[in-house]
C-alpha cells in the first residue's frame, strides 16, 4: 500500500499546484499613471496618443498626457467606458479632434469613435468600413475607406471612398469613389485631396491624387503622383505635401511637393518619409530605415523647409537619442512649445516608447505606451483649427 | 481469440493475426512503459466479459513486456485511454501529453496546430504511418483535420524516435508525432469486420463513419474508412469585465459564426506479411470547405472568409530482413494537396487564392547488423516538392531535399546508446513572374546535425531507467516564408533547435495487490532556438510584412507524467494518467528590450503557461465505462511583455463521458457513448480574440459486426 500512499500523495500535491492559479474575473483595464514631466501651464493642455496594436488584437487603446500635472496615462479608454464590450477596437488609424468631440478612427473595427475630447467619454459611433484617416470642414467629416462598392466578381478592383459626415447626427449622408486604397487626406482652398495607395494590389500600386470639389463633393480631377501613396497635407503656400511609400523594394519613399494652384508638381525630395507633422514653416519628418528590403535609406528625423522647399535639418535630434530608437513611427510637435515627440513602434507586437525632445533636440523624457503608438492630437486652445 | 497488434512499433507488424486457439492468452509483445491496460487491447477484455470466459487478467500481467527499440520511450494514447479522451481530433487528443501547449482557434473547424515544447510548430514532424506529412507551403499540419475514428494510437518522442531502423526524415525534426492508422484485427474464424459509428452533438455536428476490413488471405489483409463531418460550428460564447471592486462592468453573449464545416476522409489500405517482413499501401483523399471564423474585436461579431482543402497521398512501405546482418526498408509517396482561401468581404482586401502544392518522397533504410547488440543505419531520402499560386507575380519555387542519415546504436546490458548524423541538402529553383522577366534563382541551403541518444538501467531486476539526449535540428524556412509574394525573403537561414534532456522512468508491476501497475517518468530540459523566423511589418501601416532570423528563445522545462492502473474489486479496472509541464520560455531576441517590467529580454514567450497538466481517469465494470479528462493550462501572456495588458487567464476544462455496450447477437454489438465536454461551461480563450466553447454534448452509436 506504500504505493497507494505515494501515489496519493503525488496526486495532492499536483491538483494543489494546478488550483494556486486559477482564473479570476477579467478587470477593465485600470490606467497606468506615469509622471514624466514637469507641470507646465499653456495654452496646450496636454495630447492623446492613440495606439494602434496589432491586427486581430483588439489592442486599439488610447493614452493621455497632462501638461499641468506631467503625468502620462496609459490605457484610458477602458475605465473611461467601462461598459463598452471588447473596449475600443482593432487598429486606430487616425484620431483628430473637432470643437469638442474626438474622433479616432478604428480601422478594422470598421468604425468612427466619438468621444467627448475632455473626457474620453464615448458618444457615439459612426459606423464606415475599413476606414482609414479623417478630416473636417464646416461641420462636416470627410472620411476616407478602402471598402468599395459591394460587387462579387474576382476581377474586381475595388476603388475606395470618402464618406462625408455629418458631425452633429454623426451619420454618413455621401460618399464619392476615389481611386484605390486612399489614405490620407487634406482640405484647402475648396478642395479636398486624397492620396491613393493601391496598397491592395501590389505590385500594381495605385499613383495619384484625387481631388475633390467640396461644395459638389465630386471628383473634380486626378493628379498622378507616384506610386503608394501614404499621407498628403497642404501648407499655408498653396502646396500640398505628398509621401510615397515606395514599392518596398527598388523604389524608395519620396516626398513630392504639388502646387495646387498652378497643379503643378514643383519638387520632389529625396528623404525618407514613413510619416511627417507640418508646424509652421517647418515640415518633421521620419522614416524606419528600409535597408532589409533592399532600399538603402538610413532611420530618418529630418526637418524639410516648406517655404525653401529643402531639407533644413538632417537630424532634429541632437543628443544621439534616435540610437535607442527602433522603429520611428509617428512624430508630433507641440504648437505652443515646440516640443517634439516621436513615436516608436520597436517590434509592433510589444508595447512602444513615446520619446519627447525639447525644441533644441534634447531628450527630456520618455514613456512606455500601448502596442504601436502612432497618431497624436493636441489639447487645448487654438491647437486644432481647421 | 487472437490478438492483434496494437501498438505502434513497426516490428509486431510481422505477425499481424497471432492465432492462439488454445484460449490461452499470450502477448508477444507490450508497448512502452505505459499502460499495460490500455495496451492489451480492449479486445481482450471483452472477450472476457461476452463469453464469461475465465481468462485472469492476471494472464495480462505476465506478459513479457516487448524490449522497445527506442533507446527513449515515448509518450503514447492508444486504444482504451485514447477512445476515453472525449476527443473529436488529433489535436484535442495531444493536448493530454506532457510538454505538449496546442494552438487551438476554436471549434470543429477551428485550425489546431501542436508546439512541443516551445519551439513552434514548424519544428514537429508529424508522421502518417510511418511517413511524413509534409507542407512545404508553410510547414504547419493542421491536427484538426485528422479525426481519431480512423486512428489507432498517436505517439510522441522527444528528440526524435531513437529506433535504429527508420528513414532519414524520423531524424529530421526536433520532436516527432506518429499517428497509426486503425490495422485490421481479425478474431479467429472471422474474414470481415464492418462498423458503422455515428457521432452527433452540439455546433449541429453530425460525423457518420464506416470502416470495413477484409481478411483476403492468411498474409493480406485489406481496409476501407471514410467518415463525414457536418458542423454548424455554431455557439454561444460570453466575454464579461468587472470592475475592480467585481461588480459587473460589461456582459455580452454572442453565437460563433462562420465555423461551419463539411469534410469527407476516405481511405483504404492494404496490409501484407511476407517472409521475414511486411508491406503496407495508402490512400488517403480529404477534401473539406470550412468557415474561417476569425478574431471577435470590437464591432465585428462575424466573419466571411472561406477555405476549400483537398489533400491526396497514396503512400507504401516494404520492409524485410535479408539476413541476420542486414534488412531494407523502403517507403514511397505520392501527395497533392489543394488549398483554397476566399475573402469575399469587398469592404476587405478581395481575395480568392489557390495553391497547389505536389510532393513525391522515396526513402530506402539499410540496416546492418555489426555485431549482437551493435547495429548501424543508413538512411537516404529523397523529397520533390513544389507549389504553384493563382497569384499575380508569384515566384514558383521547386524544392529537392536529399536527407542522408547515418546511425548507429548499441545495446550492452542495461546500457543503450543510439547516435545519428543527417545530411540535409537543400536545393530550390525558384523561378520569377514573366512580368519580371521569368529568371530562375538557385538556392542551396546544406547542414548536418547530430543527435545521441543514451538511457541506462542499472539493476537488471528494477525497471528505473535513467536517460538522456542531445539533439541539434533546424527548420527549413518554408516556401511562404522565402518566396510568397512580398512578404517571403530568399536570404532567410534555417531556424535552429539545440535540445538537452536529462531524465529517469521507473515502472512496476503487482502481483496480487489491488494495483496492477505503476509508471513515472520525469524529465528535465533545456533547449534553445537560434535565428527563429519571425514576421516583422516593414515600414508604417501594417499590411505590408516579411520574415527575418531575428529570434532567440531559451527553454526550461520539466515534464512528469505518473500512470497507475488498479484492480480494487474483480472486475473493475481503474486507469489515471496525470502529467504535469513546467517551462520557462524566455525570449532573447533583443537585449537591449529591458527598460522596465515590459521590456520582452527574458520575458516568457507568447502563449506558453508555466504550469500546465493534465489529469485522466478511466474505470472499467463489465460493459460499462467511464471517464473523466481534466486539462489545466495556466497563466500565459500573448506577448513575451509580460505585462498585465498582455494577461491571459488560465483555462481548465473537465470532460466526462460513459458508455454502455450491447450485445445484439453473437458478434454484433453496440456501443452508446454520451460526452458532456467543458463540464464547468468555462468561457475561455486559448489564443486571444478567439472564444472557445462552453458546455458541449456528443452522443455516439457504435455498431460492430
Not at chain 1, 476615389?178 to 491613393?196: C, E, H, M, R, S
Not at chain 2, 532570423?549 to 531559451?554: A, F, H, P, T
Request: one cysteine or more; aromatic letters at 14%.
Amino acid at each position: 500500500m506504500t504505493a497507494l500512499r505515494y501515489t496519493l500523495l503525488y496526486i495532492t500535491v499536483f491538483a494543489a499546484a494546478l488550483f494556486t492559479s486559477c482564473r479570476n474575473d477579467d478587470i477593465i483595464f485600470i490606467p497606468e499613471e506615469v509622471p514624466v514631466g514637469r507641470p507646465e501651464f499653456n495654452t496646450v493642455t496636454g495630447f492623446y496618443l492613440l495606439n494602434e496594436g496589432n491586427m486581430g488584437s483588439n489592442k486599439s487603446t488610447l493614452d493621455y498626457y497632462d501638461y499641468s500635472t506631467g503625468v502620462y496615462t496609459r490605457n484610458i479608454y477602458g475605465s473611461a467606458n467601462p461598459d463598452v464590450p471588447k473596449e475600443m477596437g482593432d487598429v486606430g488609424n487616425d484620431i483628430a479632434i473637432y470643437g469638442s468631440r474626438m474622433y479616432a478612427v478604428i480601422n478594422c473595427s470598421n468604425k468612427v469613435e466619438v468621444m467627448d475630447a475632455a473626457t474620453a467619454r464615448r458618444m457615439g459611433q459612426i459606423d464606415i468600413p475599413n476606414c482609414r484617416f479623417i478630416r473636417f470642414w464646416k461641420g462636416y467629416a470627410y472620411v476616407t475607406s478602402y471598402a468599395g462598392p459591394v460587387v462579387i466578381d474576382p476581377e474586381y478592383r475595388q476603388k475606395g471612398f470618402v464618406a462625408k459626415v455629418d458631425t452633429a447626427t454623426m451619420q454618413v449622408v455621401d460618399r464619392c469613389i476615389v481611386g484605390f486604397q486612399p489614405d490620407g487626406l487634406d482640405i484647402a482652398d475648396g478642395k479636398i485631396y486624397v492620396a491613393n495607395s493601391g496598397g491592395y494590389m501590389v505590385p500594381n500600386y495605385e499613383n495619384t491624387v484625387t481631388v475633390i470639389d467640396l461644395s459638389t463633393f465630386k471628383v473634380l480631377e486626378t493628379v498622378q503622383v507616384a506610386i503608394n501613396l501614404e499621407y498628403c497635407i497642404a501648407d499655408r503656400y498653396g502646396n500640398l505635401w505628398v509621401s510615397s511609400r515606395g514599392d518596398y523594394y527598388d523604389i524608395p519613399p519620396r516626398l513630392y511637393c504639388y502646387d495646387t494652384r498652378k497643379r503643378r508638381m514643383e519638387k520632389v525630395l529625396d528623404v525618407n518619409v514613413g510619416n511627417y507633422w507640418l508646424d509652421g514653416d517647418s515640415l518633421y519628418v521620419i522614416a524606419v530605415d528600409n535597408r532589409e528590403t533592399g532600399a538603402e535609406m538610413p532611420d530618418s528625423y529630418q526637418i524639410v523647409n516648406i517655404a525653401t522647399r529643402e531639407v533644413a535639418s538632417e537630424c532634429f535630434i541632437t543628443d544621439g537619442t534616435e540610437a535607442r530608437i527602433h522603429k520611428p513611427y509617428a512624430v508630433a510637435v507641440n504648437p505652443v512649445t515646440k516640443e517634439i515627440f516621436v513615436a516608436d513602434a520597436r517590434n509592433y507586437v510589444n508595447p512602444g516608447y513615446l520619446y519627447c525632445f525639447g525644441r533644441d533636440g534634447v531628450l527630456k523624457w520618455s514613456v512606455r505606451t500601448g502596442d504601436i503608438p502612432a497618431h497624436i492630437v493636441f489639447t487645448g486652445q487654438s491647437v486644432n483649427e481647421y | 481469440m487472437s490478438i492483434g497488434a496494437t501498438f505502434v512499433g513497426d516490428a509486431v507488424f510481422a505477425l499481424p493475426w497471432i492465432k492462439n486457439k488454445s484460449g490461452k492468452v499470450k502477448i508477444f509483445y507490450t508497448l512502452s512503459l505505459c499502460l499495460i491496460a490500455s495496451l492489451a487491447a480492449p479486445r481482450l477484455y471483452s472477450q472476457e466479459v461476452e463469453t464469461g470466459d475465465s481468462i485472469s487478467l492476471d494472464a495480462v500481467k505476465v506478459v513479457a513486456r516487448r524490449p522497445y527499440s527506442e533507446v527513449i520511450p515515448s509518450q503514447t494514447l492508444d486504444g482504451r485511454r485514447l477512445e476515453g479522451l472525449n476527443s473529436q481530433s488529433v489535436a484535442d487528443a495531444m493536448r493530454y501529453f506532457s510538454g505538449v501547449q496546442i494552438k487551438d482557434y476554436g471549434g470543429v473547424g477551428g485550425v489546431k496546430t501542436i508546439d512541443m515544447r516551445s519551439m513552434g510548430t514548424n519544428h514537429m514532424g508529424i508522421f502518417y504511418d510511418g511517413i511524413q506529412l509534409g507542407n512545404a507551403q508553410n510547414g504547419q499540419i493542421d491536427l484538426g483535420k485528422f479525426s481519431l475514428d480512423n486512428i489507432e494510437a498517436i505517439t510522441m518522442y522527444n528528440g526524435q524516435k531513437s529506433d535504429i531502423f527508420q528513414s532519414a526524415k524520423d531524424y529530421g525534426s526536433a520532436g516527432t508525432v506518429y499517428l497509426q492508422s486503425r490495422r485490421p484485427q481479425f478474431d479467429d474464424d472471422r474474414r470481415i469486420n464492418f462498423n458503422v459509428t455515428m457521432r452527433a452533438g452540439s455546433f449541429g455536428l453530425a460525423n457518420p463513419s464506416a470502416r470495413l476490413d477484409y481478411k483476403i488471405s492468411e498474409n493480406v489483409s485489406a481496409t476501407l474508412s471514410a467518415e463525414y463531418t457536418y458542423a454548424t460550428g455554431r455557439y454561444r460564447f460570453r466575454y464579461r469585465k468587472v470592475f475592480s471592486d467585481g461588480t459587473l462592468a460589461w456582459d455580452t453573449t454572442a453565437t460563433r459564426r462562420n465555423g461551419d464545416i463539411n469534410a469527407l476522409r476516405v481511405e483504404g489500405g492494404l496490409y501484407g506479411s511476407i517472409y521475414r517482413g511486411y508491406w503496407q499501401a495508402r490512400v488517403y483523399y480529404y477534401d473539406s470547405e470550412r468557415g474561417i471564423p476569425g478574431a471577435i474585436v470590437n464591432n465585428v461579431w462575424k466573419n466571411s472568409q472561406r477555405q476549400w482543402d483537398r489533400n491526396f497521398f497514396a503512400q507504401g512501405r516494404y520492409r524485410r530482413s535479408f539476413s541476420s546482418r542486414y534488412a531494407l526498408q523502403v517507403n514511397a509517396k505520392y501527395a497533392r494537396d489543394y488549398m483554397r482561401y476566399l475573402n469575399p468581404d469587398t469592404t476587405l482586401m478581395y481575395l480568392d487564392n489557390k495553391f497547389r502544392q505536389d510532393e513525391v518522397y522515396v526513402s530506402a533504410a539499410n540496416k546492418f547488423t555489426i555485431l549482437p547488440g551493435w547495429h548501424a543505419n543508413l538512411a537516404v531520402d529523397y523529397q520533390w516538392n513544389t507549389l504553384d499560386a493563382e497569384l499575380a507575380n508569384f515566384s514558383r519555387p521547386v524544392r529537392h531535399t536529399i536527407l542522408s542519415a547515418l546511425a548507429t546504436s548499441f545495446h550492452r546490458g542495461g546500457f543503450k546508446v543510439n547516435a545519428s548524423v543527417l545530411g540535409t541538402f537543400v536545393t530550390d529553383r525558384v523561378k520569377s513572374p514573366e512580368a519580371q522577366g521569368g529568371v530562375t534563382r538557385v538556392y542551396h541551403r546544406d547542414k548536418l546535425t547530430p543527435a545521441v541518444f543514451m538511457s541506462w538501467q542499472p539493476w537488471k531486476q528494477r525497471e528505473l531507467t535513467f536517460r538522456a539526449y542531445y539533439k541539434r535540428i533546424f527548420r527549413m524556412p518554408t516556401f511562404n516564408d522565402l518566396y510568397y509574394t512580398d512578404i517571403g525573403n530568399a536570404s532567410l537561414r534555417p531556424e535552429m533547435a539545440t535540445q538537452w534532456n536529462l531524465g529517469g522512468s521507473f515502472h512496476r508491476d503487482f502481483d496480487a495487490t489491488v494495483f496492477s501497475s505503476v509508471d513515472l517518468s520525469a524529465d528535465a530540459y533545456y533547449n534553445i532556438v537560434d535565428d527563429k523566423i519571425i514576421a516583422v511589418p516593414k515600414g508604417n501601416g501594417q499590411y505590408r510584412w516579411m520574415m527575418m532570423n531575428i529570434g532567440r528563445v531559451k527553454i526550461r522545462g520539466v515534464d512528469v507524467t505518473a500512470n497507475l492502473a488498479m484492480e480494487p474489486v474483480a472486475g473493475l479496472m481503474l486507469n489515471g494518467h496525470l502529467t504535469y509541464t513546467f517551462q520557462r520560455a524566455q525570449d532573447y531576441s533583443d537585449p537591449s528590450d529591458c527598460l522596465d517590467e515590459a521590456g520582452t529580454y527574458k520575458g516568457q514567450i507568447a502563449y506558453i503557461p508555466r504550469h500546465s497538466g493534465s489529469a485522466t481517469l478511466n474505470a472499467t465494470w463489465r460493459r460499462a465505462e467511464l471517464n473523466y479528462s481534466f486539462i489545466y493550462v495556466g497563466e500565459r501572456y500573448h506577448n513575451s511583455s509580460n505585462i498585465p495588458a498582455n494577461y491571459e487567464q488560465p483555462w481548465y476544462t473537465s470532460d466526462i463521458s460513459a458508455s454502455w455496450r450491447f450485445t445484439l447477437r453473437r458478434k454484433m454489438s453496440l456501443r452508446v457513448t454520451a460526452e458532456v465536454n467543458n463540464l464547468l461551461d468555462q468561457q475561455y480563450e486559448v489564443i486571444q480574440n478567439y472564444p472557445m466553447p462552453g458546455r458541449n454534448y456528443k452522443i455516439i452509436l457504435k455498431f460492430d459486426i
